[in-house]
């Protein structure tokens, strides 16, 4: 999330409003009493919706009606909020299912402590997903059943000592098997991807007789 | 032209373990190949030995806490299990040995040399072929490489002659030390050609990694598909080379030399040639001749089919850096030397036959691919290059 974010009250102009989203380059703005509490929720799509279009009104109205217009004429006031304390994948359920493109972070007295975006939810899914260390990535179909995961870290981690940068089992819609998306922390994973053969599991590596992008039907 | 290979038995003390794919054997059979095809006997080439790189100058892209763990724990060992591991050492890709600081001191010290004879003007192209450890990052040690020889060297140059430097390194592995260390440099242009980072180390080299800040369009990367054949690895490396000079206007090149794109190589999966080393060079020398006065530090880097691919892909870098005709039987002498240590049927020509390539499938598939890559790279990067767009 970011502290600090940019805000506007409820008495500002909408051209203030405005003018704030371009030299900033960002979307929304929390509206916030001098009080520090949240009100409502203003963004720059809700700016350009309340505006008069141009087809019947002159831009020296449309200037007009920016400059006279107060934000919360426009805001939105229901805001959806998220806790400080709120998990990472909680907020990302939230801005999917609300269809937002970035929540306040609310504490629990009302205070606003910072916004999160899209792109801080993306950030966070490319350093779940390991993109951060150097690493060679291997793809390793696990049935699923119990202690088929601690049996591929016991082979990487204890037995071949390798280091797991990072390791993701998307859990989706039941299925006979998951796929683990596993980064090692060595230039040289053939002992690995050898060991893991050798103990029944199909390993995702570039290879010429398997072509993995194919659909399963056709390996 | 004079040129200069910096060669000396001590660059054979970095070596980590007796079973370590980074093996200095591959050194000495390099070299020993270059001599036996009398590529060191010509006119202008000179062959000067190196000397240790000092603290000030490993401190310009590493931090004076990791240098002091590289200097302990090569002289007492790890306290702990897992004492190194805050700086990637102590692993199986690095493991500590005795005297880890004075050996990779040497190796850096060797392409500083390299660059020294350059910048001053006693040869035109220097060789470190113990050179090239690129993965080496700020404070931590990666992928075989303890400190990092280049990103010290274009340091050095960028400090004391202030030149702007093209990195040119076609080594399989992405070049992600020397690309990190320069990130925000205008000054720095970075060009690597890889294997795509979707699987293979360091994961990284993607297109869109461009620089930072002032540095935004001056870090170049083409990841090439696995299963990549030398035609389309040499169109889509030509593809931005020359436009990329144009515009940058470099004045040296610092070229990593990594051999690992090979067919034959255990940790990659390219599907190259000798040709890729003989051609790349070719192409980088050409511009240097143009935009440069012909300055090249080269250096080598990764390459782990050690009997059949190095020593012949480092003579080819050689003999093109040096300008000299390189002959394609290998010596009886050469060959007799070594065969019997080898665990390989050593090959008897320099240059692999370009008949007895067979085609891989989807080669249509991966050419394509690498072309949309070529394309993307020059969509976004040229017009950074070229100050066209103010890079929004």
Redesign the interface.
Known sequence: MHRDPITVTPDDTLAHALRLTRRERIRHLPVVLPTGGIVGMLSDRDIRLAMPSPLTVTDEERTGFLEQTPVAAVMTREVITVAPTETIEEAARVLYRHRIGSVPVVDAGGTLRGILTETDILHAFVQIL??SE?????EIALPDRPGELARVIRLIGEE????IVSIVVPSLAAQERKTALV?L??????EAVEALEAAGYQV?????DA?LRAPESDR | MKSALIWDECFTAYRFRPDH?FNPKRLELSVSLIEALGLTGGPGVVIVPPRPATDEELLRVHSPEFIAAVKRLGREGPSAPDDGCAWGLG???NPIFPGMHEATAMVVGGTLRAAEMVMSGEATRAFNIAGGLH?GHHARA???CVYNDLAATIAWIREAHGARVLYVDYDA?HG?GVQALFYSDPEVLTLSIHES????????GFVDELGEDEGYGFSLNLPME??TEDGSWLESFSAILEDACEAFRPEVIVLQNGCDSHALD??T?LRCTTRVSEESVRRVVEMADRFCEGRIIATGGGGYAIWQVVPRAWTLVWAALSGQPASNAIPREWLERWQGESPVLLPERLRDDPEAVTP???RAEIETSNRTVAASLRRSALPLLRGWSMGF
Do not use: C, E, Q, V
């Open positions: 390991g993109g150097p690493a060679s990535r291997i071949l000592k390798l280091n980064h922390g060595t230039i040289d994973p053939r995702g590596w570039p290879s010429l072509d | 794919p692993t199986d890709d993965h990666s992928g075989f592995h992600d980072g979707r699987y293979l180390f360091p994961g990284t696995p299963f255990p940790l999966h891989i499938p989807r």
